[in-house]
């Protein structure tokens, strides 16, 4: 058998295997936000490595047809990212035209294959890879820690411009400040920030054992753990712990878990199945963890110091509203829009108390 006809051949094998239907069960019906509905969905069955050989952009266009047919959320990225990955690239468009399109190796179809699989599952490509981009650095990423999402990178993108404004804090300073995160995940927004302002020094704080691993993990291999200290700390119980190691800092930065408990059922199985609820979940009305992260940032911050943090587009007017009644030495500065133009940002600055205040949770 010619090549040309080999090729015929080795294309009509995996269109027909690609034909066929899996038996797969639990999946529900998309819900009126275009989610998933219930998080009961179960692994299915892999389809079976083509015996013939095939190509790198072969394998691209048949993962992605069986992501689609399965109902997995953008299988055409799913697939691109996980076929390049496999060849040591970050992006398809970024490999060579020869290289796509010719043959894999066995070796490397199989890992192609396995992880590929993973992804029916309905992990997300960043726990399938175990890496992912955020704004110039790489970091490595595994389950059930938080994956930073694009609105994190300009919640990082809003307090780098503002301390480059700041008098003394911009790359070059002399002085040396401190921020603080609280719920540090895989440590993204700090080694962002130490990264690009070289006289920072960063606190991080996470109840996840899990994300302290990691976030201690991206700093050595990122080679910025000599400016950074991350503590195993839960804001919500260890709150004079973290009065005693975290002040006074300048800025208090945090993507604390914001999602109302009633919308934890309707997240799509990449997140319900797969992330760490306690990142996700911030109770009733989505405030409880904000809340907590407020009455203490009087005092942890030092004099004219800020809180940055991202929330639900839903909650900046009833974090003004309670702040301004509750935490008297906090100023609300403003409310940033993400790009999408949705109310995501909170910035608060430390004031003098103008009177006296209850420290309510409720």
């Given at each position: 058998?010619?090549?040309?006809?080999?090729?015929?051949?080795?294309?009509?094998?995996?269109?027909?295997?690609?034909?066929?239907?899996?038996?797969?069960?639990?999946?529900?019906?998309?819900?009126?936000?275009?989610?998933?509905s219930?998080?009961a969905?179960?692994?299915?069955s892999?389809?079976v490595?083509?015996?013939?050989?095939?190509?790198?952009?072969?394998?691209?266009?048949f993962?992605?047809r069986?992501?689609?047919?399965?109902?997995?959320?953008?299988?055409?990225?799913?697939?691109?990212?996980i076929?390049a990955?496999?060849?040591?690239?970050?992006?398809?468009?970024?490999?060579?035209?020869?290289?796509?399109?010719?043959?894999l190796?066995?070796?490397?179809?199989?890992q192609?294959?396995k992880?590929?699989?993973?992804?029916l599952?309905?992990m997300?490509?960043?726990?399938?890879i175990?890496?992912?981009d955020?704004?110039?650095?790489t970091?490595?990423?595994?389950?059930?820690?938080f994956?930073?999402?694009?609105e994190?990178e300009?919640l990082?993108?809003?307090v780098?411009?503002?301390?480059?404004?700041?008098?003394?804090t911009?790359?070059g300073?002399?002085?040396?400040?401190?921020?603080?995160?609280?719920?540090?995940?895989s440590?993204?927004?700090?080694?962002?920030?130490?990264k690009?302002l070289?006289?920072?020094?960063?606190?991080?704080?996470?109840?996840?054992?899990?994300?302290?691993d990691l976030?201690?993990?991206?700093?050595?291999?990122?080679?910025?753990?000599?400016?950074?200290?991350v503590?195993?700390?839960?804001?919500?119980?260890d709150?004079e712990t973290?009065?005693?190691?975290?002040?006074?800092?300048?800025?208090?930065?945090s993507?604390?878990?914001?999602?109302f408990?009633e919308?934890?059922?309707?997240?799509e199985?990449?997140i319900?199945?797969?992330?760490?609820?306690?990142?996700?979940?911030?109770?009733?009305?989505?405030?409880?963890?904000?809340?907590?992260?407020?009455?203490?940032?009087?005092?942890?911050?030092?004099?004219?110091?800020?809180?940055?943090?991202?929330?639900?587009?839903?909650?900046?007017p009833?974090?003004?509203?309670w702040?301004?009644?509750?935490v008297?030495?906090?100023?609300?500065?403003?409310?940033?829009h993400?790009?999408t133009?949705?109310?995501?940002?909170?910035?608060?600055?430390?004031?003098k108390?103008?009177?006296d205040?209850?420290?309510?949770?409720?």
């Open positions: 058998m010619n090549n040309d006809a080999e090729t015929v051949f080795v294309l009509n094998m995996w269109r027909r295997s690609l034909s066929t239907r899996y038996r797969c069960f639990g999946r529900r019906s998309v819900g009126p936000k275009g989610v998933w219930s998080h969905v179960r692994t299915c892999s389809p490595l083509p015996a013939g050989r095939i190509t790198a952009l072969e394998a691209v266009d993962w992605r069986h992501f689609e047919e399965r109902g997995v959320m953008e299988p055409d990225q799913s697939s691109q990212h076929i990955h496999v060849l040591g690239a970050k992006t398809i468009e970024s490999l060579e035209r020869e290289r796509l399109t010719e043959f190796s066995q070796e490397t179809a199989e192609v294959w992880l590929c699989t993973r992804r599952s309905r997300p490509v960043q726990y399938v175990e890496e992912w955020f704004r110039d650095l970091l490595k990423m595994r389950p059930p820690v994956i930073p999402r694009p994190t300009e990082v993108e809003l780098l411009t503002d301390l480059l404004m700041k008098p003394g911009g790359v300073a002399d002085t040396q400040h401190t921020c603080l995160e609280v719920g540090c995940g440590g993204a927004i700090s080694l962002s920030l130490l690009s070289p006289q920072l020094k960063a606190v991080a704080l996470d109840q996840s054992q899990d994300a302290v976030t201690t993990e991206n700093a050595l291999r990122l080679r910025l753990q000599d400016r950074l200290q503590h195993h700390l839960d804001i919500m119980k709150a973290v009065l005693s190691l975290c002040r006074p800092v300048l800025v208090l930065v993507n604390p878990p914001y999602l408990s919308d934890m059922a309707s997240l199985p990449e319900f199945r797969f992330e760490d609820h306690a990142a996700l979940d911030g109770g009733e009305d989505g405030l409880r963890v904000i809340k907590q992260i407020l009455v203490l940032a009087p005092q942890i911050l030092s004099d004219h110091g800020r809180v940055y943090m991202e929330v639900d587009p839903r909650h900046p009833l974090i003004r509203q702040v301004e009644v509750n008297g030495e906090l100023q609300y500065v403003e409310t940033r993400d790009i133009g949705r109310p995501r940002f909170c910035i608060l600055q430390k004031a108390a103008k009177r205040h209850k420290l309510d949770l409720d």
